[in-house]
Every structure is written in C-alpha cells, then in structure tokens.
C-alpha cells in the first residue's frame, strides 16, 4: 500500500518512506533502490544504516539531523542531488509493526557538484558585474546583520572599501563615525522596507533605502540597501539657482544700462567705461576724430555716439562708407557738382555730402580706402573748411567737423606709401580707440542675452541659452567681435530646435570651445592649444591674404605667424 501512495508521486526522483528513529525505509521505488545500493532480497533495511555501510557516515548524520520540510545538497556516487521531506498530502497507511514518525523523501538528482560550483562562481561574477555597474551605492547584510557585499558605487559615494567592512557587522562603522545612522538595521527590526536620510564622513548626504529579503518559510535571509547620492543633487540645485539668480542679475543690469544708454554699447566693464569716457571727452572738442577699432567693433554706433553728444547734436549727421562707393563716384558724392558740369549731370547742379553736412557732423568710414586724390582733396578741406563743387570755380566755405574711421592699421598704410602722412597727422590730433571684444569678455553674455531678445521678437519665438553656450561664448576669440556676436545669436534663434540653444547647436568654427574643453580633461592641453592656434592663424591667413596682414591681425610679429605656420604645416 506504501508503494501505492508512492505512484502517486511524478516520476524522476528517487523517492522512499522510513520509519522510526532507525529510518527503517519502508518503501522505496526503483530509482531510490539503485541510487542507495539496496540489494533486492534485503529486508527492510535502514537508510542511516545503508549510508554508513557505503562510507558515508557524514550524510548519514546530516540527514538524521535535518528538520522537517528542509532541503539539503548531497553527492552520492559522483552526482550531486536535493534531499528533501515531502510532507504528506494525507494520513498514509500505518504498518503496525513500525513506530512513528513516517517520513517521505525524495531525492532529485541535478549536475555534478563541479559544474555548480562552476556555474555558481559564474553566476557570482556576472551579478557582482551588475551591481557594479548600477550608479547607487548597494550594500548587502544577512540575518545577523553581517555585511556580504558592496558595490563599487558605494565605495565612490561614501569612500568605505569592500575590505573594511565585508565579514563585519554594519554597526561597527556607525560606531566609528563613518555614518549616523544604520538604515539596514532598521529594516531588518521593522521586517520592512525603511526609508531615511543617511549622512556620511565627508560631507555626503544619502537617500538609504533598504529592503528585507524573506526565505521560504517567512524569515528575513537578506536586507539589501540601495544607497543614492543626493548631495549630487543639491549641488545641482545650488548651480540653478546660482545660474537663475545670474540672470536675474544680467537681466536687471541689462535694463539699467538700456534705461541709461540709448546708444545700445551695452557694457558692464572696465575698459569699455574707459572708452566711452574718452568718447565724451573728445565729443566737446571741435577738432576731427578718428575712431580705430577692428572691424565689427561698432565704429559707426561710436561715431553716432561722438555726434549726439557734441554741440553739434542738433544738426545733420551725414555718413559715408569710403570703400563702398566706387573710386570715380565718391569726389561727386562728397562734393557734388555744378551744372553742366559732365555728361548727364542734373542740370541744376548737385549738393554733395560735405554741403548737406554744413553745420553738423560727416562721418567718413573706412576712411584707408580712400584714394590718393581724395586724401588731397580731404586734406585741403580739414585744413582750410573750404571746397570746390565738380567744375566749380569758386570755393564754398562749410562749417563741418570730420569723423572719421577706419580698421587699418594707417601707419603701415603711411610706410607702404598708400596713404597721405600729412592727412594722417592731421586726422588723428583726436583719436579714440575701440577695444576688441576678446579684451572685454565680461560684456559677452549681457550682449549676447540683448543680441537674442531682439532676434527672438524679429522672429517671434522664445529661446533661452544653455549655460555652456554662454562659456563657449566667453572663450571664442571673436575676431568679427560684436557684429560676429550678433549674426552668431541671429544664427542660432533661427537654426536650433526647441527652446534651449545647446552647444551642439554652435556653428561649426566655433566648436573649437567645446573641443578646446573635452582635451583639457584628457589632459592633452598642448594639442588643444596648438588645434586652437592652427584654427586662428588659418582664419587669419584666409581673411588677410598674406602672413604680413595676418600678424596684424593676430596680434603678433609676422616672424611668429610663419614659425608656427611650418610647425603646425599650414600652407603659406
């Protein structure tokens, strides 16, 4: 009847019924005969006993010792198997002649022991292998509160290494100061998942989340705690209140100055104040004035400056772009003529600029183009305030003041022979000179910031700067200064998508900030610095046309532009 109840059991286990202190087995089925080395004629035999008398005393003793419902690995006969009770599932048939307790059990055979030592080092690694690579810190203790395991993760937050406390209770470093409090501790108390704020030597504030792990039978095994850095975070809301509070401020500067200054040089530094003072000052004067400045530089807002500050702010101010009228037009543009004076003339004759300018302000730009004729001719002018009309015969007096402009260097003009020394002395008894933009960086982002307001409300879109476009701003050398600035930020409202302007969004030649960055922490700062050289001499070179114009340019001796030219192999 025993091995009837047996049956009853899927196959594939090696299952038997004992009796008594002894383990007398009662019943067995075939596979548990053959896997216990039970001979066929025996009668009743013990299975502690059958154990002992193949040499294994041991198993023999850690299955007498076994509780009820337990499970245990065992080897027997090269293979490794699961011994474990069967409870059953109602009242068996009794044998009188056998005293209780009846115990069912089964043994399922699995791999050899070597390949599950195998498997379970594997399986270690693999797991030790993605806890690591999990960004919180993992801390793992057992029932008596022993620490097991920590990730890598933890080490970085918190500095504690596996090797201080793996093998030690997690209270020891608490009582050490190494942290305040023992989250894991506390779950394993409240057998629940605990949830607190953990601070840790060193300054690091924790978000500690630690979760009890039951077995089968409803006792905690495990308690895993999850570690997250939340100073991290608090650093980064200190940043964006720190870059809010920023704008605020450029914003509220930007108002004041605007709110001050209708001339649009928006400027917060020092050296721009220094020029704008030099401006006023030389504004009461009635001498002329030349401007100097490189180009994008704002000589023309200087010059509308020079005028709305003189006396003369009431009056006419007339502006002229040398190199943009042709050489055999500008005379007439400046002076006019009489009529009948050429071919197709008007035959009332024509006012020329210097005519419409009378009592007020001409503002000649880009005054190094101007042609050797025009240089005597504009001499004569400065120097008497007189002129003749194209085929005049008679000299009009003007009472005038000449501004002029240009982002020559005119002494090399003056030693090349291309423009007039005498026009050149006389033109710059007043001077004042524009700072490039690289020389006042600090005005870039309150500029940049007004540059995107106007181009935002011409397009009719809402855009803000990523904080590291306004870096990226700050280390570009500008060499179109504030005009590059303005058609840059015109650029970027018009071709970046959404409402932040990335770094990704820059054009392409001013990625070299971001390169720049990215191989100062590979720590390669000499092939940054040589990149961003080759970047500004191949710049220079194509805009100027020779090494001579370049050096200029760059601010450096052409004998510097060459040498580093070979070095860096860029074709001269």
């Known amino acids: 009847m025993l091995n009837d109840y047996l049956r009853a059991f899927p196959t594939g286990a090696s299952l038997g019924i004992c009796?008594?202190?002894?383990?007398?087995?009662?019943?067995?089925?075939?596979?548990?005969?053959?896997?216990?080395?039970?001979?066929a004629d025996s009668v009743r035999p013990s299975l502690l006993a059958c154990l002992a008398a193949s040499g294994r005393e041991r198993l023999a003793t850690d299955i007498k010792?076994?509780?009820?419902?337990?499970?245990?690995?065992?080897?027997?006969?090269?293979?490794?198997?699961?011994?474990?009770?069967?409870?059953?599932?109602?009242?068996?048939?009794?044998?009188?002649?056998?005293?209780?307790?009846?115990?069912?059990?089964?043994?399922?055979?699995?791999?050899?022991?070597?390949?599950?030592q195998e498997e379970n080092a594997l399986l270690r690694s693999?797991?030790?292998?993605?806890?690591?690579s999990i960004d919180d810190g993992i801390w793992v203790i057992d029932a008596q509160g022993t620490t097991l395991y920590v990730n890598r993760s933890l080490t970085r937050i918190t500095g504690i290494k596996p090797q201080e406390v793996v093998g030690r209770h997690v209270s020891a470093l608490m009582h050490e100061g190494r942290f305040t409090s023992c989250v894991t501790l506390e779950a394993l108390k409240k057998q629940h998942a605990v949830t607190m704020f953990d601070d840790y030597a060193?300054?690091?504030?924790?978000?500690?989340?630690?979760?009890?792990?039951?077995?089968?039978?409803?006792?905690?095994?495990?308690?895993?705690a999850s570690i997250r850095d939340i100073s991290e975070l608090s650093m980064l809301e200190a940043k964006l209140a720190e870059s809010e509070r920023e704008a605020s401020d450029y914003k509220r500067k930007l108002e004041r100055i605007k709110q001050a200054n209708t001339t649009a040089f928006f400027t917060n530094s020092v050296v721009m104040n220094k020029f704008l003072q030099d401006l006023e000052r030389a504004a009461k004067a009635s001498s002329a004035v030349l401007i100097l400045g490189e180009t994008g530089t704002g000589k023309s807002?200087?010059?509308?400056?020079?005028?709305?500050?003189?006396k003369r702010s009431g009056e006419a101010f007339i502006s002229v772009n040398c190199a943009a009228i042709p050489p055999n037009l500008l005379e007439t543009e400046?002076?006019?003529?009489?009529?009948?004076a050429f071919t197709g003339a008007a035959r009332e004759g024509k006012k020329g600029l210097l005519e419409l300018a009378d009592k007020g302000t001409l503002f000649?730009?880009?005054?190094g183009d101007l042609p050797p004729n025009m240089q005597a001719k504009l001499l004569h002018v400065l120097d008497s305030y007189t002129f003749r009309r194209i085929g005049g015969v008679k000299n009009i007096p003007v009472d005038v003041r000449i501004l002029a402009a240009t982002n020559k260097t005119l002494e090399h003009l003056v030693e090349a022979g291309?423009?007039?020394?005498?026009?050149?002395?006389?033109?710059r008894v007043l001077h004042v000179i524009l700072p490039p933009l690289r020389d006042h960086p600090e005005d870039i982002r309150i500029m940049a910031q007004y540059f995107l307001e106007e181009a935002c409300k011409r397009q009719g879109s809402v855009k803000f700067f990523d904080p590291k476009v306004l870096r990226c701003f700050t280390a570009h050398n500008w060499p179109g200064n504030v005009r590059e600035l303005r058609a840059t930020v015109e650029f970027l409202v018009a071709m970046s998508e959404g409402k932040i302007i990335k770094p990704d969004d820059l054009p392409t030649h001013m990625q070299h900030g971001i390169a720049l960055e990215r191989d100062m922490r590979k720590g390669s700062l000499q092939n940054a610095v040589d990149g961003l050289e080759a970047e500004m001499i191949k710049e220079a070179l194509a805009k100027t046309g020779s090494s001579y114009k370049a050096a200029k340019l760059l601010g450096v001796s052409q004998s510097t532009v060459i040498r580093k030219a070979k070095k860096l192999r860029i074709s001269l």
């Open 19 to 39: 009796a008594g202190e002894d383990w007398v087995i009662l019943a067995c089925n075939n596979a548990c005969t053959e896997l216990l080395g039970i001979p």
């Open 65 to 116: 010792s076994s509780a009820p419902n337990e499970q245990m690995e065992i080897e027997l006969n090269q293979r490794n198997y699961v011994f474990n009770w069967i409870p059953f599932a109602s009242d068996p048939p009794k044998p009188v002649a056998f005293p209780e307790p009846l115990r069912c059990f089964a043994l399922h055979a699995t791999q050899s022991y070597s390949i599950i």
């Open 126 to 132: 693999e797991l030790e292998v993605i806890l690591d």
């Open 202 to 224: 060193g300054g690091k504030r924790c978000l500690n989340t630690s979760t009890p792990i039951f077995d089968a039978i409803g006792k905690i095994w495990r308690v895993v």
């Open 301 to 310: 807002l200087a010059a509308t400056l020079l005028h709305q500050k003189s």
């Open 334 to 340: 400046l002076f006019g003529y009489e009529k009948g």
């Open 364 to 367: 000649l730009d880009e005054v």
């Open 418 to 427: 291309e423009f007039r020394a005498d026009l050149y002395y006389r033109l």
